[in-house]
């Protein structure tokens, strides 16, 4: 099995910066990306940015591009969300997957990002 532990949510002014942290454990020798995705209250969850974990290629949704940088570290089975120039509009619980072969994913518990106007 594999558990994933998200960290470095918070309340932050319009703005700013935060840099969220999702640790995995157990089985990662099998994971084939990592990625985040957020869920605002009363919408649905919506991906973000995703990076494979071999060759290190990323992918974000376009809202993300020039804002949000995701970068891994694969010797401690982690995954970064750098996040700048923060919106309201962020405002949401970031949740961390890791995709695994058989397209099993894995959630994380989620972290709670707030961004004051």
């Known amino acids: 099995q594999m558990q994933l532990v998200e960290s470095g949510g918070g309340l932050v002014q319009a703005g700013g910066s935060l840099r969220l942290s999702c640790v995995a454990s157990g089985r990662t020798v099998s994971i084939v990306a990592m990625g985040w995705f957020r869920q605002a209250p009363g919408k649905e969850r919506e991906f973000i940015t995703r990076i494979t974990w071999s060759g290190g290629r990323t992918y974000y949704v376009d809202s993300a591009k020039g804002r949000f940088t995701i970068s891994r570290d694969n010797a401690k089975n982690t995954v970064y969300l750098h996040m700048n120039s923060l919106k309201p509009e962020d405002t949401a619980v970031y949740y961390c997957?890791?995709?695994?072969?058989?397209?099993?994913?894995?959630w994380g518990q989620g972290t709670q990002v707030t961004v004051s106007s």
């Open positions: 997957a890791a995709d695994l072969p058989g397209a099993l994913r894995v």
